[in-house]
């Protein structure tokens, strides 16, 4: 059961230009969303964050968007560039189990000059 | 501050052996969490282990073991090892269950 989905495999954006990211999730018991870039050959890294009692959390050209309702988030980057170019996983922590995440299948996002 | 460390970072084994990977977490982090990632089934939970305890565990068989030493790095173990385990594990640390968990690079195993 896949608690975290996301849907695009990959995503490609012109330089400059808005991507849009996004995850959903079936759990209503998660109350707390990352994102990670991920490198080939390399860990994730942490991005972003949100809370359920928040609906936007903004850091430079990263936003997350939380709409609870329809159990959706969504990461905007603005303005994209190549060096964006990464897959990127949303992830959950598993309710009362902190340390353990779950996490979506990731979207490959190729930012193109 | 230094960052997460694993090693080693690459891995050739056999079928049949067993392999140890180490981690050693951000100065100050108390709470080390392992993933496999693998093509087909992503970034899957192993275990986590804080203040040498185990405190939660994915769905591993019992070939995948882990430890945790008081200065809170750790280790994990795959005994019996099969074609299947090839993957690139991950160690994750974090100050405690503040959700935000900062990745290693990874062991990349290979089992032939």
């Known amino acids: 059961d896949q608690q975290v989905k996301q849907n695009s495999p990959s995503l490609s954006v012109q330089e400059g230009r808005i991507s849009i990211l996004n995850c959903d999730y079936t759990?209503?018991?998660?109350?707390?969303f990352l994102w990670y870039k991920k490198y080939p050959a390399e860990g994730p890294t942490f991005l972003i964050s949100?809370?359920?009692?928040?609906d936007k959390n903004e850091d430079g050209r990263f936003t997350v968007f939380l709409n609870k309702s329809a159990k959706h988030l969504s990461l905007h980057i603005v303005p994209s560039q190549p060096g964006d170019s990464a897959v990127y996983f949303c992830?959950?922590?598993?309710?009362?189990?902190?340390?353990?995440?779950?996490f979506g299948q990731g979207t490959e996002l190729s930012v193109k000059p | 501050k230094a960052g997460v460390t694993q090693t080693p970072r690459y891995l050739i084994k056999t079928r049949g052996q067993q392999v140890t990977l180490s981690c050693s977490p951000i100065?100050?982090?108390?709470?080390v969490s392992w993933y496999q990632q693998t093509p087909g089934q992503g970034l899957q939970f192993l275990f986590e282990?804080?203040?040498?305890?185990?405190?939660n565990k994915g769905n591993f068989p019992g070939r995948f073991s882990g430890r945790q030493f008081s200065n809170s790095r750790s280790e994990m173990n795959v005994s019996t090892l099969e074609l299947g385990d090839s993957a690139l594990y991950l160690c994750?640390?974090?100050?405690?269950?503040?959700?935000?968990?900062?990745f290693g690079p990874g062991t990349r195993l290979t089992v032939t």
């Open positions: 994750a640390s974090s100050i405690d269950r503040n959700y935000e968990q900062y």
């Open positions: 759990n209503s018991m998660f109350d707390y």
């Open positions: 949100i809370s359920s009692i928040k």
């Open positions: 992830a959950a922590p598993f309710y009362n189990q902190g340390g353990k995440l779950i």
């Open positions: 100065s100050g982090h108390r709470s």
């Open positions: 282990y804080f203040s040498e305890t185990q405190r």
